[in-house]
Nanobody
Framework: QVHLAESGGGLVQAGGSLRISCVAS???????????VAWYRQVPGKERVLVAR???????NYADAVQGRFTISRDNAKKVIYLQMNSLKPEDTAVYYC?????WGQGTQVTVSS
């Protein structure tokens, strides 16, 4: 069974950078490498929203709010998904979740102080 585990969240000042990771255990290498993967975020009282997506056959999509600041990447050999976040803003504060192979991770808190 596929299990996703995020890490790397924390507290950072506005303008700073952070990289969060998501390890997919229990997935075969071929399944992972073909899968679409994504990062979402959620703040209390609001819906979970897409931040960045890596499509199954290549190519990426980003939310307008993070375009040019965030970069999604993946390491298929290690079965890891990354989200590099630069020029962070207080409004980026949220719990960040990875999504892959119909599974969600438990989330990692990112807090950006002003």
């Amino acid at each position: 069974q596929v299990h996703l585990a995020e890490s790397g969240g924390g507290l950072v000042q506005a303008g700073g950078s952070l990289r969060i990771s998501c390890v997919a255990s229990g997935a075969s290498g071929s399944d992972f490498s073909r899968a679409a993967v994504a990062w979402y975020r959620q703040v209390p009282g609001k819906e979970r929203v897409l931040v960045a997506r890596f499509r199954a056959f290549g190519g990426t999509n980003y939310a307008d709010a993070v375009q040019g600041r965030f970069t999604i990447s993946r390491d298929n050999a290690k079965k890891v998904i990354y989200l590099q976040m630069n020029s962070l803003k207080p409004e980026d504060t949220a719990v960040y979740y990875c999504y892959c192979l119909a599974r969600w991770g438990q989330g990692t808190q990112v807090t950006v102080s002003s």
